[in-house]
């Protein structure tokens, strides 16, 4: 059984930095051939993938948020990361990690962001 856990700051402040991390259980990020996933959903809207990190390290974003956006992995922890740069209230959301890309099998149970100051 796959388990995945969000960790990081819960209130981030406009124009910081949201620095987020998975903690993945019961499977490794380097197995052939699955991708790591952040994905969000902002109060009232749906879930927005904002991209994900694949089993060989190569990266993928979103194109509306590529700009700001940066994952990278520590495979010594089994550990994946988001950064969020330059924060605005509208980043404000629960943020989710995942195994998938186009489809997601398992979740981790999200943690709430909130960009205020």
């Known amino acids: 059984q796959v388990k995945l856990q969000e960790s990081g700051t819960g209130l981030v402040k406009p124009s910081q930095t949201l620095s987020l991390t998975c903690t993945v259980s019961g499977g490794s990020i380097t197995t052939r051939y699955y991708y790591w996933s952040w994905i969000r959903q902002p109060p009232g809207k749906g879930l927005e993938w904002m991209g994900a990190i694949a089993y060989d390290g190569s990266t993928y974003y979103s194109p509306s948020l590529k700009s700001h956006t940066s994952i990278s992995r520590d495979t010594s922890k089994n550990q994946f990361s988001l950064q969020l740069s330059s924060v605005t209230p509208e980043d404000t959301a629960v943020y989710y990690c995942?195994?998938?890309?186009?489809?997601?099998?398992?979740w981790g149970q999200g943690t709430q962001v909130t960009v205020s100051s």
């Open positions: 995942a195994r998938g890309a186009g489809t997601v099998d398992y």
